[in-house]
């Protein structure tokens, strides 16, 4: 999608002076600007689908509360220590919040100030509140980090026999984690680029 956008800007402008490498750089700029919206909207929906904790670590309640379901009209009691578990999988599926939520499409997040830290409980996948994940920030950027280069650094083939249609995203509980039914296998190729050089 970046790529697509320089070169439409490109098409539209075409300069012939002195500044053309600052056209160019502002070009590549923007490029880069693009893939990074783009990738983050990605790292959302992926961790809105594919939640690396399905059920977040249990709590207890310290006093006794009620809980009023509108859907229903109906009160649940809540006593003094009652163990709670968060279903963040549930939450990042229920439909009342997200519009065809089975669906993989990070666009959703185009034009939305959803994130990932606690303060929107439709995406709760490193938890809220004073017990969030100490580690989301670190998460968030190693995957962004690993993405950008993943995405950059290497052109990504499915092996020979292998059609899309065989890509399974089925997951399974492996103890507190959620992870693939079957492995990922695909073929990276360098692409000409100073990333894939020895230093």
């Not at 160019?24 to 983050?40: A, E, M, R």
């Not at 993405?147 to 509980?173: H, Q, R, S, Y």
Request: glycine share 6%; hydrophobic share 40%; charged share 25%.
């Amino acid at each position: 999608m970046a790529m697509e956008i320089a070169e439409a800007v490109m098409e539209v402008f075409s300069p012939s002076s002195v500044t053309d490498w600052l056209f160019t750089l502002s070009v590549v700029l923007l490029s880069v600007l693009c893939f990074f919206l783009v990738q983050k909207m990605v790292i959302k929906e992926a961790m809105r689908k594919h939640t690396p904790i399905p059920l977040l670590i249990p709590r207890e309640t310290m006093d006794y509360f009620k809980i009023h379901d509108k859907s229903s009209s109906r009160e649940y009691d809540i006593y003094r220590e009652t163990r709670i578990l968060v279903n963040a999988w549930g939450i990042g599926r229920d439909p009342k919040s997200w519009k065809d939520p089975d669906v993989f499409y990070p666009e959703r997040f185009e034009d939305c100030e959803i994130e990932f830290y606690g303060k929107h409980f439709e995406l709760l996948p490193f938890g809220g509140g004073k017990r969030i994940c100490p580690g989301a920030n670190m998460g968030v950027i190693t995957a962004e980090f690993t993405l950008a280069n993943l995405v950059c650094c290497f052109d990504w083939e499915l092996p020979c026999g292998m059609k899309i249609e065989d890509l399974g995203l089925e997951e399974e509980l492996g103890g507190i984690t959620a992870s693939r039914k079957t492995p990922l296998c695909l073929v990276a190729r360098r692409c000409g680029c100073s990333c894939t050089e020895p230093m």
